[in-house]
């Protein structure tokens, strides 16, 4: 199994929203911070949100104020999304930080579009 699962992708109307999960499915692991990411095919994956194992999150610009990163326990990272608009449709990618290599899920594909 993936050490990272994330859910919640789909298509939506542009000021619509989602929420997107990703859960840890290994354990014995201290995850350190928790973040997600996006990617458009043929561009560079970008930062989107973090949030460390203290609950201190940060955002990127394109974002802020309509984007929250939110953990209900160590395992679990949510980003719920509102307003969405067109340029947020990508692959989103939850990412932890931990004592040992970086993990990466698989990807949840987000579509904005009328």
């Known amino acids: 199994q993936a050490p990272l699962v994330e859910s919640g992708g789909g298509s939506v109307q542009p000021g619509g929203s989602l929420r997107l999960s990703c859960v840890v499915t290994r354990t014995s692991v201290t995850i350190i911070t928790m973040g997600w990411y996006r990617q458009t095919p043929g561009k560079q994956r970008e930062f989107v949100a973090r949030i460390t194992n203290g609950g201190d999150t940060n955002y990127a610009d394109s974002v802020k104020g309509r984007f929250t990163i939110s953990r209900d326990n160590a395992e679990t990272v949510y980003l719920h999304m509102n307003s969405l608009k067109p340029e947020d449709t990508a692959v989103y990618y939850c990412?932890?930080?931990?004592?040992?290599?970086?993990?990466w899920g698989q990807g949840t594909q987000v579509t904005v579009a009328s």
């Open positions: 990412k932890a930080d931990r004592f040992g290599p970086s993990w």
